[in-house]
Each structure stands twice: as C-alpha cells, then as structure tokens.
C-alpha cells in the first residue's frame, strides 16, 4: 500500500485532498506524515506522557460506573452459562436439540463461530506486524485479547459437547499403560492439536507484547498489590537496550510462528466437516473459504468490540477513524471472497454432477433451512458491499451496526454448514428435523458472557492498547522530529532542504 | 500400639452402629456431659475425662474418616442378597452359559413354538423352535416381545378384592380360596344358571379338557369367546361350507399365485409367521431363470399392509367392496369351464352379489380371473386368501373357489378340530347382560370391558357383574371385577398348544412365578383357575397337562421318556385326532348368506384392524412394541386414524389435526395419519390403543377405537360421520420422508410440483434397487445399474499407499463375517428390529425422545414409496451396521472408540467413546445411536423387573456413548469358543446365527463367513442380485442387499 512517490508528495496534492464535509476537515485533514505520506496514526499534537496517561489512566481509575454495568451484565451472563453446563453435565447432551441425523448442533456451530472470531487478533497482530503495517499498533492488543477470550469460548464447547465430557482428556496423546493412543487420522485430534496451539501461541504473543506495558503499569502503580501483581508479570522489565534487542527478537519470532496458525487452525477445523464424507461437508473449497470468512467475522468482532470501546475511554485519537476505515476494507475484501466462496460451491455442486452434492446445495438453498441460508447471505454477502461507501466505512455508528450483521451471519454461515448437511443426507429414510431447546440458546448467550466477562476484566486491569508500540509510531519517535512544527508541512519542508 | 487397636475397636464398633446390628453405647463420650455442665464438684474429674476424650475423640475421628472412605466409595448400599449356593452343581448347569427350553405361544389362532433362552434361571429371549410347523425357526414381534411382558413391573401381581368402597384392595389367596370359592360353590349349585365364562381362543387340548369338564359341572354357564385376534370369521366361514369343527389353514409352499382379499397374512393374520416363511420360499430367486417361477401376489385391501406392500398388484378398494370382487372373481370363474363347482353349484352361482366395477377393478378381477383360470390349466397351484376382518361368507366363497381351482387339500386345507368346545360370541354376552340372564361373569385372560365392539355397551353393562377376572394387569375388566386374580406367564406356567395344523406343543415354564405371595406363588394359569372354578379342586398345572396326555393317551403311548422328549423337542407326536376330512359342499348356507349378504355401504367406511404391534391392545404396555415403528407408517407410541391424500384434503387436515368421528351416537377424536395406498373415503384405525390406567407403558398412548365398532362384522362399518376437530394431537412417525421419486411427498396433501422440488423430493438415488421379471431376463446385472461410480473406476485412497503402518484395516482373521439380506423377502415385518432389542439391551426411549429421532433401535426397516402418490408402491429395506472394510465411522473417531476387527467386524468400545458423535454424523447409513441420555438408567428400562430380561453378554450402555449393530459379536464370540473348545480352527457355516436373522420369519437375512466361498452367505453374495447401498463411496460394506424382482401381470403393466 505504501508506495515511495508519497514520501515527496507536497501538501495538498489534489489526490491526497479530503473527500469528506468541511466539518470533518478539520480533524480529517490529509496533513502528510513526513515519513510514509500518510495521515497520521495517532492524532493531535501528543507527548509519549500523554499516550500513557490516556491509556493508563481508565484502568487507575475506580468505580468506573460504566464499566461496573457492563462487568455485571456479562457475568450474569456468565452465570446462565454456568447453569446451562451444570445442568448439562447432570443430565447429558440429551438436553440440546440434537438428534439422529443431526449429531452435531449449536455446540459445534458455536465452536467454530469463536475460533473464526479469534482469527483477527492474532492477524493483525502478526501478519500486519510482518507487513509492517504500523496502524496494527493501536487495536493490536484488545484483538489480541479477543482472540484468547474467543478461543477459550470456542475451546468449552468441543468439551462439553461430548457425551462423556470427563473423558476429554482422552484425545490427548498421553503415554498410558493400555498403550493406548489417540487416533492420528481423526481431523476432531487434529482440532485439538491446532487449537491448543493456536491457543498457547496467541497467548505468549499477547503476553510478550505485554510486558513493557506491564512494567509502565507496575512504575504508575499506587498500590503495593497492584506493585505486585503487575511487577509478577513484568518480569523485571526496564526498559533496557538489551531488554528491547531481546523483547523485538522474541516478538518477530513469536510472530513468525503465530503467521502460519492463523491460517492452519481454521483451516483444519474446517477439514473436521472437508475430510467428512457428508454432501455439503465434503468439500475442497473449505479451507480457504473458512480462513476467510474466519478473519472475515474476526474483524467484525473487533469492529464491534473497539467500537464502544475507543468512545468510552476516549480513545478516538489513537483508534482513529483510518483505522475503522481500514478494517472495514478487510472485512469487504474476506466478506467478497466469502460471498464468492458460496458461490462457487453452488457451481461445484452443479458442475460436479454427484446428485448428492447438488442435492446438498440445492436443499441449502430452498429446503427446510432455506430462512438460515439467506440469513447468512444477507449478512455475509450483502452487508459488506456498503463499505464501498466511504460515508458508511467512516461512520462508527454505521460500521458497528454493520459489523453485528457479519457476527450473526457468521454464526448462520456455520449453523448452515453443520446442520442443513446434516439434517438430509444419503438416505432419505434417516432424514429429520434439528430445532434448538432452550438450552441450545442459554449455552451460546452464556458463551458470550464469559467472553464479555473476560473482556471486561481485561479492559479493567490491562493496557487496551500497546502504550510501548504506539509511541513507535507517533511522528514524536521519529528522531528528525522538530517539535516546533507540529510534525506537519515544515517538517517536512525542513526534511526536503535535507 | 494402643492406638490403632483402640482406633480399629471403635471403627468396627461404629460400624456394627450403622449397621444397626448393635445397641448404641449408653456414654459415647465419657464426661461430655459433665463438661456440658460443669460445676464446681467436677471440675476437678473434669481433666481425666477430658484426656479420656480427646482418646476416644481421636479414635472416633479416625474411624469416621476411615468410614467416609467407605461410604464415599459405595455410597450405595448394596441390598440384602440371598445367596443359594450350589453345593453340587446340577447336572448340565454352567454359570453363564444360556440353556433353551422348548415352549410355545400362541396368539389369537397362531401358535409358535419356542425355544426360551434361559440366563442362569431368567428367560431373558425367546428364538423360534425349528422342529414347530408354525414357527419354523421364526419368531413374531409378539413372541419377541412376550419376555418382556413377563418382567412387566405393572403386572397384576396378588389377588385384588374390589371393596364396598369400590376400590380394590390386596388380598391372598387363602381369602380367595374362602370366600370367592364359597360364591363359586354356591354358583356351581346352581348348575351356572346366569353365569358367562369369557374366554379367548382355546387351543390348548388342556384347557378344552377342562372346559368340557367346567360345562359338565355348570351345564347352564353360557361360554363366550372374547379375542379380536382369533379367526373368528375364517372359522365361521369353513363351519358354513364344510360343517361344524372345519378349520382352514392356508399353505404356501408351491404356490404360484396368490390372490389375496384384504388379507394380511404376511402381517397380522394368522399362521403369519409360517405363511411369511412359505411366501418367502416362493420368491427365492437365483437367477432369471427362477425368477420366471417366482410367485405372483395380488392384493385387495382398502389398508396398505406388510402384504400389500409386497403385491405384484394392488387394488385399493373400500373394505365393504372387497367380498362383491369376490364374487364378481367368482362369478369369472365359474363361467370357466375348467372350474368345477360341486352340486348346488348354480344356486350359489346365481346368488352371487352383483357388484358394478370401475373400469380399473374390472381390469384387475379380469387380469386375476385369467391368470388363476391359466395357472389352473397348467396345473401351477394358486391360492385366495380372504382376510379375517372379511365376513363369514367371503371366507366361505373363498374356500369355494380354492376348491374349484383344484387348489383344495394344497394350498387351502381344510380339518376336522373335532376337540373344539361350542363357544358363542359377545353379542349373546351383551344380550345376556341386558335382558338380565346373566348376572355373573367370569373373564379368564380377556377384556371384553375394553376390547368389545363399543356398540354393545359392555364397559357399562359389565359393571358390577363381573365376578372375577384373571389376567395379568388390572386392565379395563379387572378394574371393575369384584375379584382380579394375577395370571401367570406363559413361561411361568404349565399348557399345551395345538397348532393349525395338528402339531401339539408342551408349553413349559422356564421360571416359577416371579410374584409370590406368603412364600406362595402369587399367580394362576388359566388352565389352573378354571379348573378350580370347574370342580373346586386346586390342581397345578404340571398335573393337569401331565395327567390329561397320560390319560388321552393312554398307557401304551404315555411314557415319561416320550414326555421328557416331548419336553425336549417342543413337539408331541403321535397325538390321536379323528381322520375324517371336511370339504366345502354343504352350499346352501353360504347361498343364503351370499343371498343376504349387504351391499357396501356407503358414506366414510371405517375399517378396523389390529395393530401390527399391539395386537388387540394386549402388548399395550410392552416398550419394545410401542416403541416399534409401525412397519409402514413408521409410527410410534400411538395410533391414527389412517386417510387416503384424497380423503384428507376433502376433509381438509393434515398430518396430526384431530378427527372427530361418530358413529351410532359414539365418537372419538383421533389425529390424522396420512397413508398412501389407503382407498378413498375410508378410515383404517388401528386397535388396541387408549388403554385406560394399566400401566406407565400403555397409559396415554393413543386412542381406544373399539368404541366405534359395530354390527354383525365389526371390523367393517360404513356410514361414519367424519369431520375435522380443529386441535391436534402430535403423533411421532420415525421415518417422515421416504420416496423415492423425485419431488414427491407422499404425507402431504398438497401438490407436489411435477418437476424437482428441491426442499422436499431428491434426484432418483439408488438405494433401494428393483426390477421385473422381464427386466431380470434382459437385464441379469440390473442390480450393478445405478452405482455413481462404477466398480472398477472406485479408486481407495489406501491403494498408492506405501508405508506399512498407515492402511486399509488390516482383515487378517481366518473368517470374515458378512451378511446378505434378500429384499425380493423381506417384507417389512420389523420383527428383527424387535429381536435386536432383546438381544442386545437397547433401552426403550420413550414418545418425547422418539419425537425428536432419537429412537436406539439397531435396526430400522426404511420404508420408501414409489409411483404414483395416491397408490404407490412400498419397498422396505432394513438398514443396520453395514460394517464397511474401509468405514468412514472409524477414521474420525479421535480416541479410537471405533475400530475394524481382523474379522472384518466394526467394534465399538463403549468404554473407550467419548461420545463426539463425529461418527454418526460421517456414517453414510445413519445407522450410529447415541445415548443423549442415561437411557438404561430410566425406570422403564431399569426396574427391578426389567433388569432381569437384560443378557448379560452384553454390555448395557451408558449415557453419552455411541451404539450401534455389532452383528451379534456375543454371538459370534459364543460360537468360536465353542468351535475353540472343540479343536476346530473355524466356526462351521450356520453356527452364528445372529438375533435378527435367527428370528426373520421369511429367512431374508444370511450371515456368515465371506471368505469362505462355500458359505451360504458366500453364495448368496454371488446372486445376481447382490448389490452394495452406497458403494460408491468405496466404503465396501459388508452387508449387502438382494434387489427386489417383482413379478407383474404383463396384461395389468
């Protein structure tokens, strides 16, 4: 995206003009960054103090009564979610909708709605990081977050999906004396191995990535136990040369690993369907469809989580409007490839000649699933193509509505896949109907209370945004800076006479 | 060490505590109670004490933990157990090892004989008794079913004495003996005078024995039959043309063409089991050569049965019409000069009902009238079969035919029951009642207050007039009896029965009466009570059926030794019966009844029949049975009132909207069931159902349709006001799909679009593959057409697979188990669905689970229609395990749970699943069950009753586990320790039977060793017909099917 002729640019080169109303010109100005020619990522005239006090500060704060709220209903949540699996585990799976033909229900549509979801933070954080694109820097740490919180919601439901949860251990491949090992072909083991992967690798990613923040929490501590805790943690970081030379090492190599997982975890829960024999599973489009759609509905939920968030702690300087714009553009970019995902399918199944497949599709399509199908193309395909619009991907409001459409679309898209193969197979004779209980709904409302749970303590005890990484880009770090001109045309003039 | 002992002393004596063994100590804590009050005086004792305390409180601490070690671990106390051990061993008797005893059944006119297993003294399955003429080797879904009934936890089980209050209440049989036999001496003074015994069909030479002596010892007792499921009108019919005594029996064996009218005698008719093997015989077929000698079936019934389902051609007409194309065959035939009717012959032949036929009924009696006169010139034996629910004089007319076809003494047979005792019908009960001549009933194993015609009133009239009642719930008639007896098992007692055709069985217990009382057998067999009522004497049963064969037989025949092996065998020979004949010539009754016989009536003709599983509602509370899908509606746990697509869109409901029907100022309301096939402006409605408070099973299931039947031929009633309720009762059918052509759905009334409906037909898939006789001969491999992929263009992943370890399963055993199940036989009885229940623990889930498609069963029979909706044709096709070599089932179970034996057998370790389900969902056959619940933990399986049926060689399976056919591995796992004991490296072809084959009445289903090619089911697999379901996915099943030939007139095509 960058390209070296801005560098030189002059100002107020017609191209580079704001499109938007004269209102918006005064913030929105394409003032060029004197470095890459770009507007600026972090905006107003900001010290580096003043970063760590706007992103510290909220979390010194107590008794943020919008956050007491907000904590409150999620953990409520979190309770429907605790009873829902008490009563799970007392009765057994019996209690969900599932049936004969359809064995796998909203467990596994919620499974893979989350691990889609946890797909966006480790992509920004890593591939953009790799990418060297700077903006990552301030929405890289709650996508992060949302990851993990995501994947440990979709990690619960594989466990508790099963009929016999307190033997969930038994896929792991654990010496025992029966000699007796997982089985290697299954794609579920291999589930279980790129998740728990994906897992603990996003999680020292977002860990590393903690720890100088960690340290400038644990300095700014008033409390001998937030001293404490947030000194445990800091392991003894000071902000050293070496300590720096180690910590990028570590974060390009962490980065380097995670690259590669955001596109093989969802990848291989998609062969958990591929490698399956099923007409409407059985196919060689789903990993790349799903690693699209995966970061397709992630950036959506980052949407909808930083959204609320940059408002409420005031953050719109650093999770500026660039970045929602940017977003917006992956999210039309996967939201396409998606769309001609399902597409493609559909001329598969024709072109392919299995009555089966074609079969599958057409059911898909107009059977007995046909509301949850077209749900999920209006969502999906439908949805994105208003970021075209450069009113509507510069509108938060716009955007965070738009961004609760591709969540539910997403989470159709999966109840799609699953259950209408599902439900009319082979044999017609098998052929039935799957409608969720109630308890189908309380599991997934309380999935999403825990995840809320999560990230509301999370916003309340931990830096949302990299404080370290988004001083690295402010036009201040830039050791040509001249504090006198507000790193704007001067700047740039001085750098010209250079 | 002072401690431990005094610690181990106070734990043993804490236990003996819990026990309640011992009396608690006076002082558990010596000084506690000075401490709780301490006082000035004994503060100075107050320290020894304390240190004595603190001793013991140790001691105590540690016994209690140690205690909460125990109770932790078996929280459950384990119940107080009499333990017999043997001393010495009985003779032939191992631990564990199943013994069969030779018994019988019976139901209705049928009579099966068995062979019970026993497990350690349980009856825990019943098997067919090869030697038994009317089982061969086969067994019913009733007889399946009966080892349940006898573990049913809702049996009557002590006599039940109806108080002032008018309730019941428990008493003994010393009470009974007392007072009721004092009311029975004083009845047996009175000659019976106002007393009717009711009994069901008898044909236990026994029982007739000691019914002769009851009419001896109350020559004015009135004895009525009361049994829905008897051939009360078949008997009628034979006694009209050939004489009092005659009974009919059909036989297949050789038959070439069958004809039959409304009837079900591959379904619930009787002899069924015998017919359905004879049948199946008659379309064995190996090659097209054969096949052009395969049987024809014609059917005509307004009811799409088992036997319409297998018809070459139907007709579906309105029950009245069936005995007018009877006679307009009739009237054909005699026209036939080859046709030979015996004097009187021209009466008859002019009394004939006329009928006037549609152009399509014409075409069908014209097509069958030819093809029986042609069979007859060419001396091929063909048959007509009339149905039961049809009118004495149909049966007569049909024998009459039979006969003139020259298929008398073959097909149709005709014998003297000379033993028979004279019984009457419930309409002279109900008359009796009314005008007052009967005052006191006695009901031995009947319920004419439920199952009796609703026309006759008797649930009212027989209040306060039954004296007793023997049966083996408090059903309908014992709740209003002053006196309801328990009645025992047939496998808990003593009896004989006579088959159809003169073979006479012992039915031996197997277990005494489970319910005792006082140390007392609790429950009297039917013999044993009426025997008592007859002469007051109390005789068991074992002397009564002993004492009658040695006495009938005489000494030079009786022996013990001839008894023992008649015990043995199942099968008394050498039994003495009258030689005469009867034959079909006495014409004038029948002229007179055809001369009077009705016309069909018109209006909505409500057509009754028995259910395919609940029989006459006396398995209402069996599980298995309820459970059972309906071998073509698929339904489960209820009835319906069964409509044509024509008849429902008049009527304007759809599946499950109620029904209110009236007739004759009684009326029901009952949901709707939409069944192709079913003829127009009629209503088949099943019995048997809307049992009232008779046990968990039965109650809420269904509706009582009995109220509704009326006059002379109940089964049959035209003129019935029909109308749509506006509620709905949800009913569940296990199968809600099933046609096989592109587009159609044939449960709805609506209009299926011509072309391809995506959201409700498919493309053709061929499942389910058939041809003609003609299209065999043109085309012998007609069964490969149809794979997607042909065989020698199935590639397996596995083939350019080098690396030793990763591969195919690796089929090293010696014998490779496979099976075929021929579905030119098979006829959708759904009996094996039945057997596999028994045989291998599967719970019975309930209407709720049933609902939402969780049913266990191991094996479903699909049912799929075809042809044109309003009267297609049914194919049925049991769909189990299919154990594929490359199973898609095994490869996605990430623990392994599922996994290929070297013998080719796919296993499930139960205790290894973790219940993911990926299984079931990558099954292409969707034959995986999975527990969602703790099913086997429900009361209706786990009872302290129904514990006793389960087989303990397999395991009962918990909740959250996959479940599915093993192919009978105990089975096989019996047979090759058997053969490894014998020093044979192999198990001998037909040694595994497995449940579902052993029980299959027409012998569709083969199983054995594949890799031996001269097995039979190696032989079976080389039949042209063998065809894989699905093979196209190269999962290489090792069950495969036989396609279906069907032989069609060419003139009707």
């Known amino acids: 995206m960058a390209t070296a002729g801005h560098t030189h640019s002059p100002p107020g080169t017609p191209g580079l003009e704001p499109h938007g109303s004269p209102a918006l010109q005064a913030v929105d100005r394409d003032r060029l960054d004197p470095l890459t020619g770009r507007k600026p990522l972090v905006e107003q005239a900001l010290t580096f103090h003043d970063i760590t006090e706007a992103v510290a500060r909220p979390i010194e704060e107590p008794n943020n009564t919008r956050w007491w709220i907000a904590f409150l209903m999620s953990l409520s949540l979190l309770g429907v979610l605790g009873i829902s699996l008490a009563y799970l585990f007392y009765m057994g799976t019996g209690i969900w909708g599932l049936n004969n033909p359809v064995a796998w229900g909203w467990a596994i549509v919620n499974f893979v709605f989350w691990v889609g979801i946890g797909h966006a933070g480790t992509l920004i954080s890593a591939v953009l990081f790799l990418f060297r694109q700077k903006w990552r820097t301030s929405i890289n740490r709650a996508s992060e977050a949302m990851t993990i919180f995501a994947v440990i919601c979709a990690l619960l439901f594989p466990t508790v999906h099963t009929g016999r949860p307190w033997f969930i251990y038994w896929p792991l491949p654990i010496p025992n004396q029966m000699n007796m090992w997982p089985n290697f072909r299954s794609p579920l083991l291999w589930d279980v191995f790129a998740v728990s992967t994906y897992f603990t690798v996003s999680l020292l990613f977002w860990y ?96 909808t989580l930083l959204i609320p968030l940059r408002s409420w702690f005031r953050l719109e300087h650093l999770i500026t409007i660039k970045h929602l714009e940017n977003m917006a553009k992956i999210i039309l970019l996967t939201g396409s490839m998606v769309g001609y995902a399902y597409g493609m399918e559909f001329f598969i199944a024709w072109y392919s000649g299995n009555p089966y497949e074609s079969y599958a599709f057409a059911n898909r399509a107009f059977g007995d699933y046909w509301w949850a199908y077209w749900i999920m193309v209006s969502c999906n395909v439908i949805t994105p193509q208003f970021i075209w619009s450069r009113t509507i991907r510069r509108s938060p409001l716009a955007l965070f509505i738009l961004s609760i459409f591709v969540n539910i679309g997403m989470w159709f898209e999966r109840f799609v896949i699953t259950v209408t193969s599902l439900h009319h197979d082979f044999l017609p004779s098998s052929w039935g109907y799957y409608s969720p209980s109630l308890w189908d709904v309380a599991t997934l409302v309380g999935s999403f209370g825990l995840f809320f749970t999560l990230f509301c303590i999370f916003v309340r005890y931990l830096p949302t945004i990299a404080i370290a990484e988004v001083k690295s880009v402010m036009a201040i770090a830039d050791p040509h800076y001249h504090p006198g001109t507000d790193n704007g045309p001067g700047f740039a003039q001085a750098k010209e006479q250079h | 060490m002072t401690k431990p002992t005094e610690s181990l002393k106070t734990y043993w004596r804490s236990l003996a505590d819990l026990e309640g063994t011992m009396p608690a100590p006076a002082d558990e804590f010596p000084g506690a109670e000075s401490f709780a009050t301490p006082s000035d005086e004994t503060r100075a004792t107050l320290v020894p004490a304390t240190k004595l305390a603190r001793r013991k409180f140790a001691g105590l601490l540690g016994a209690s933990t140690a205690l909460a070690g125990l109770t932790t671990t078996g929280c459950v106390r384990k119940p107080v157990e009499h333990i017999l051990p043997f001393a010495k061993r009985p003779e032939d008797m191992i631990p564990g090892q199943a013994i069969y005893y030779a018994t019988a059944y019976q139901i209705g006119h049928s009579v099966l004989g068995l062979l019970v297993e026993s497990q350690d003294g349980r009856p825990t399955k019943i098997e067919g008794n090869p030697r038994h003429s009317g089982s061969n080797g086969a067994t019913d879904m009733w007889a399946q079913a009966s080892v349940l009934a006898l573990y049913d936890p809702d049996r009557c089980r002590v006599p039940h004495k109806l108080g002032a209050d008018g309730k019941h209440a428990v008493s003994d049989w010393d009470v009974v003996t007392e007072e009721l036999g004092a009311t029975l001496k004083e009845l047996r003074g009175a000659q019976g005078a106002g007393v009717a015994l009711v009994v069901p069909t008898v044909l236990s030479p026994t029982y007739r024995d000691t019914l002769r002596s009851f009419q001896e010892k109350w020559p004015k007792a009135k004895i009525i039959v009361d049994d829905p499921t008897a051939a009360s009108n078949a008997v009628a019919g034979a006694e009209m043309i050939a004489g009092p005594g005659a009974r009919p029996t059909y036989h297949l064996g050789g038959v070439k063409l069958i004809a039959a009218f409304d009837s079900d005698f591959l379904g619930t008719d009787f002899d069924h089991v015998r017919l359905q093997r004879e049948y199946a015989d008659g379309r064995a077929v190996t090659s097209p050569t054969d096949a052009v000698e395969m049987s024809r079936l014609y059917a005509v019934d307004p009811h799409l049965t088992v036997t319409g389902a297998q018809a070459d051609h139907r007709l579906r007409v309105r029950g009245g019409e069936v005995g007018g194309l009877l006679a307009a065959l009739a009237d054909r035939l005699f026209a036939e000069k080859d046709v030979r009717l015996p004097p009187g012959g021209e009466q008859l032949r002019a009394a004939l009902p006329k009928t006037t036929l549609s152009p399509e009924q014409d075409k069908f009696i014209g097509a069958l009238a030819r093809d029986l006169t042609t069979a007859r010139k060419t001396r091929r034996p063909s048959v007509i079969i009339v149905g039961e629910r049809q009118p004495a004089w149909a049966h007569a007319l049909g024998f009459l035919l039979n006969y003139a076809l020259g298929n008398g003494a073959n097909a149709l047979r005709l014998r003297l029951d000379d033993l028979a005792v004279a019984t009457e019908g419930l309409p002279v009960l109900a008359a009796g009642l009314r005008d007052g001549s009967i005052t006191q009933v006695i009901s031995l194993e009947t319920n004419p207050a439920y199952d009796a015609p609703g026309e006759l009133g008797l649930a009212e009239a027989l209040k306060g007039k039954v004296l007793l009642h023997l049966g083996h719930h408090v059903d309908e008639t014992g709740q209003i009896a002053a006196w309801c007896l328990p009645a025992s098992h047939y496998l808990e007692s003593w009896g004989d029965l006579e088959a159809a055709d003169s073979t006479v069985s012992i039915v031996q217990p197997l277990i005494a009466p489970l319910h005792s009382q006082n140390g007392l057998p609790a429950s009297r067999s039917a013999i044993e009570l009426l025997a008592w009522i007859a002469s007051d004497a109390q005789v068991d049963g074992y002397s009564l059926v002993q004492g009658y064969w040695r006495t009938v037989l005489g000494q030079s025949m009786y022996s013990d030794r001839a008894w023992r092996r008649w015990l043995h065998d199942g099968v008394v020979q050498g039994i003495p019966r009258a030689g005469t004949t009867p034959t079909p010539r006495e014409l004038a009754g029948l002229t007179t009844a055809l001369t009077a016989a009705e016309a069909a009536g018109t209006g909505y003709e409500l057509d009754f029949h028995l259910d395919p599983k609940l029989a006459d509602g006396r398995h209402a509370n069996n599980g298995w049975l309820q459970e059972n899908p309906h071998p073509l509606t698929k339904l489960t746990w209820d009835n319906a009132a069964y409509v044509s697509i024509e008849t429902a869109r008049k009527l304007g409901v759809e599946n499950c909207d109620n029904l209110r029907i009236a007739l004759g100022g009684r009326e029901i309301i009952i949901p709707v069931w939409i069944a192709p096939g079913q003829a127009d402006d009629t209503i088949s409605l099943p019995l048997g159902y809307g049992r009232r408070n008779i046990g968990a099973v039965a109650n809420d299931s269904g509706i009582d349709t009995y109220v509704l039947q009326a006059g ?15 509620t709905r009762r949800m009913v569940y059918s296990t199968q809600n799909h099933g046609s096989l052509d592109p587009g159609v759905d044939p449960a709805s009334t609506k209009d299926d679009s011509q072309g391809w409906n995506p959201g409700r037909g498919y493309p053709e898939r061929p499942i389910v593959r058939q041809t003609t006789v003609e299209g065999y001969k043109a085309e012998p491999d007609f069964s490969q057409k149809g794979d997607l992929i042909a065989k020698e263009n199935l590639r397996s992943l596995w083939d350019h697979n080098t690396h030793p370890d990763l591969g195919p399963p690796a089929l090293i055993g010696v014998q490779q188990w496979g099976m075929t199940i021929d579905l030119n036989k098979c006829t959708g009885c759904t009996a094996c669905t039945v057997a596999c229940q028994a045989e291998n623990n599967i719970p019975v889930v309930g209407r709720s689970q049933v609902a939402n498609g969780r049913e266990m069963h191991w094996i479903r029979i699909d049912r799929y229609y075809t042809g044109p909706k309003e009267a297609p044709e049914a194919v049925v096709q049991p769909m189990l395990c299919q154990h594929c070599e490359t199973a898609p089932c095994e490869n996605v179970c990430p623990v392994n749970a599922t996994a290929h034996s070297p013998e080719g057998l796919n296993d499930m370790a139960y205790n290894r699943c973790i219940g993911t389900r990926y299984c079931a969902n990558n099954c292409p056959y969707k034959v995986r069950r999975f527990n969602f619940f703790n099913y086997n933990k429900d009361p209706v399986n786990d009872n302290e009753m129904a514990r ?44 595994i039977v497995t449940a579902c084959q052993q029980v299959c009445p027409s012998a569709a289903i083969t199983f054995g060793d594949v890799a031996d090619p001269t097995t039979r089911v190696s032989q079976a697999k080389k039949n042209g017909r063998n065809y894989g379901v699905l093979t196209d996915l190269n999962t290489r099943p090792r069950t495969t099917y036989l396609a279906r030939v069907r032989n069609p007139n060419p003139e009707l095509v």
């Open chain 1, 208 to 303: 590393v990535g903690l720890i100088p923040d960690l340290a400038t929490m644990r300095d700014r501590a008033k409390t001998p136990m937030r001293r404490f805790a947030y000194g445990l943690f800091a392991l003894g970081w000071r902000g050293s040369t070496r300590h720096w030379l180690h910590y990028e090492k570590a974060y390009m190599i962490l980065a380097g690993l995670a690259t590669p997982l955001v596109l093989s975890v969802h990848t291989i829960v998609s062969f958990d369907f591929a490698v399956s024999q099923l007409p409407g599973w059985h196919t060689t489009i789903f990993p790349p469809y799903f690693v699209a759609g995966a970061i397709f509905s992630g950036f959506a939920m980052v949407l």
């Open chain 2, 712 to 726: 002379p031929n109940p089964w049959i009633v035209a003129g019935a006001e029909v109308a749509k309720q506006g």
């Open chain 2, 948 to 991: 006793m049926q389960k087989n303990p060689d397999v395991t009962v399976r918990f909740r959250g586990v996959i479940e599915k056919c093993s192919y009978c591995v105990q089975r096989i796992q019996e047979a090759k320790i058997q053969a490894h004991t014998a020093g044979e490296n192999t198990v001998k072809d037909g040694v």
